[in-house]
């Protein structure tokens, strides 16, 4: 969402006038009217933005999940492997890979990187990492589909546009959606599919009205608010 900070810009103030903030749209409304926006010198991050009913508090009612979005992230994704096996990973389009050598490395404090994958046998080794990475979200888990033995289709999966959401202490969601080069058309796909995989995150605990609020923003312009309607029927 914008900053206080931005919120004073010449472009903001621009956008805030073109959009009604008091309304809700539909993700394709949303869609179109953020590529109608004052754009910024660089391109964008979409996410889309929920506010869960769900509490945190509860180990029963953590949200999280990955997704595969329909036209990728249009992100540059950088990509470590920790495997006994660094050849086949590189060979794959990893960024780094290895094992003792990448572990020390990271001890080290170096976290110049989107994603880290582990083979399953080398978990045993990576969780001497845990504390620089997990604060950080890097440790590779399971349920992300970052633990595999398939380390080829699980750099093939990342690279192609995989996100992971997970939920904040505060019952927010934030999932990348693309970015401002992308048409309506793929924002909006790719946001259908991000509340979808929201919704299948859904806790067993968790019941009646599970999204309070959805909003589509960039990095640099307002939330244009969603409605949920929709996404509440279940």
Do not use: C
Not at 41 to 51: G, M, S
Not at 127 to 134: D, F, I
Not at 204 to 210: E, L, Q, R, W
């Amino acid at each position: 969402m914008a900053t206080q900070q931005i919120k004073g810009s010449k472009r903001y103030r621009s956008a805030v006038e073109m959009a009604d903030l008091t309304k809700t749209y539909s993700v394709e409304e949303a869609s179109a009217l953020l590529n109608k926006l004052p754009k910024a010198k660089f391109d964008e991050t979409v996410e889309i933005y929920a506010h869960l009913t769900v509490d945190p508090r509860k180990s029963d009612q953590m949200v999280r999940g990955t997704l595969q979005l329909p036209h990728g992230s249009g992100k540059t994704v950088r990509v470590i492997v920790f495997t006994e096996n660094p050849e086949e990973a590189k060979a794959a389009g990893a960024d780094e890979a290895g094992l003792d050598e990448l572990i020390e490395k990271v001890t080290g404090g170096w976290t110049d990187f989107d994603v880290a994958i582990s083979t399953t046998s080398a978990m045993k080794s990576v969780r001497k990492v845990a504390r620089v990475l997990g604060p950080r979200g890097l440790m590779p888990n399971p349920k992300s589909g970052t633990v595999t033995d398939d380390i080829v289709e699980g750099i093939k999966q990342v690279k192609a546009g995989r996100v992971e959401f997970k939920m904040d202490k505060t019952a927010n969601v934030a999932i990348v959606v693309g970015k401002r080069s992308f048409s309506p058309e793929q924002l909006a796909e790719n946001a259908v599919a991000a509340v979808n995989a929201l919704i299948e995150a859904r806790p067993k605990a968790s019941t009646g009205k599970y999204i309070k609020s959805l909003a589509l923003s960039s990095t640099m312009s307002p939330g244009l608010a969603v409605d949920v309607a929709a996404y509440n029927k279940a």
